[in-house]
Structures are given as C-alpha cells and as structure tokens.
C-alpha cells in the first residue's frame, strides 16, 4: 500500500513539472484559449475498428474504442478506453466528447482532438480537467474498405493527452 501511496504522491509532484506542448505547437481547431494545461500523460495502446456498413452501404472500418496505458516517466499511472474516459490510479476519472479536431502528421496518423469534458468520478488529479487535448499521435489510423462485417482491427498507436483547467 506504501508503494502505492508513494506511485500517487510522485504523479501528482510530476504532474506540476510536466513539460506542455506550446500554444503554436496546437492546430485552431484543438486550442483552448482561457484554459491552463495542468497533467500531460503519454499514451502507448491501440485504436481499435470494427467492420460496419457504412452510410452508402458498403462495408468501411468503424472506429469502435481506445485502449491505452497512461504513462508518467515511463511509469504506468493509468489507463485510456471507451468512453471515451482516462482513469488515474489515484482513482479519478473523467469521460469527454469530442469538441474539435485536427489532422495528424501523417496519413497513418490518428487526429489531434479536443475534447469537453462531460463527466468526473472519484477524488483525485483529474477533478479539476475540463478539457482533453490529444496531441502528438503516432499510428491509429485506419480508412477504407474492410472485408467482412464484424471484422476487427486493432491498429497501434501512441499520443500525448494534456489535461486543461480553468
């Protein structure tokens, strides 16, 4: 229990030395003026898509969620899934929506997002997140046309999620 308490105590000391990705750094679409970035968490998973009809009946990749390790200085203090939600360790949890998006450097890139905040849970670190910026992502993207419905694919991917308050 020690070992965990003092996991908690460095994420949150590390948390007020995180460097943040600069305002210029961050498309229109993902900026949040008025808000101060407060938690960066880098993310190592997978984008994950399912095979569904799509809007002229052919089958198309669907993204269907994320699953991801939230890391600190290469130390897991969480994790990323559906929702979509962030849980720290500390036992806090936030959901989002998306607000705004921006493309990612590459075609194989997932977007940059913006995500609102709809929704806290525990006592923790992420009590004050009223916005989500996903940055820096690498990999996670997956366009097209898929095979067979019900189909899964599971594409790697890795981002910066920068936690914002007022």
């Known amino acids: 229990m020690s070992r965990m ?3 908690l105590a460095a994420l949150s000391l590390s948390a007020l030395l995180t460097p943040l990705a600069s305002a210029e750094d961050v498309p229109p679409p993902i900026q949040a003026p008025g808000l101060r970035p407060f938690l960066t968490l880098h993310a190592e998973g997978a984008q994950i ?3 569904k009809a799509g809007p002229d009946g052919k089958p198309a990749w669907s993204f269907r ?3 991801a390790t939230l890391l600190r200085d290469g130390v897991s203090v969480g994790q990323h899934f559906a929702g979509p939600s962030w849980r720290l360790a500390d036992g806090s ?3 989002g929506k998306v607000i705004g998006k921006g493309p990612g450097a590459t ?3 997932a977007a940059w997002l913006k995500l609102e905040v709809t929704a806290h849970e525990g006592q923790g670190l992420l009590g004050e ?3 989500i910026q996903r940055l820096h992502t690498q990999g ?3 366009e097209g046309v898929c095979e067979a419905e ?3 694919r599971v594409i790697p991917y890795s981002a910066d999620y920068v936690f914002l308050k007022k």
């Open 5 to 7: 308490k003092s996991a």
């Open 49 to 51: 898509y399912q095979c």
């Open 65 to 67: 969620e994320p699953i």
């Open 93 to 95: 949890l936030v959901q």
């Open 107 to 109: 075609p194989a890139d």
């Open 129 to 131: 997140a009223v916005v």
């Open 140 to 142: 996670g993207a997956l």
């Open 150 to 152: 019900g189909e899964i």
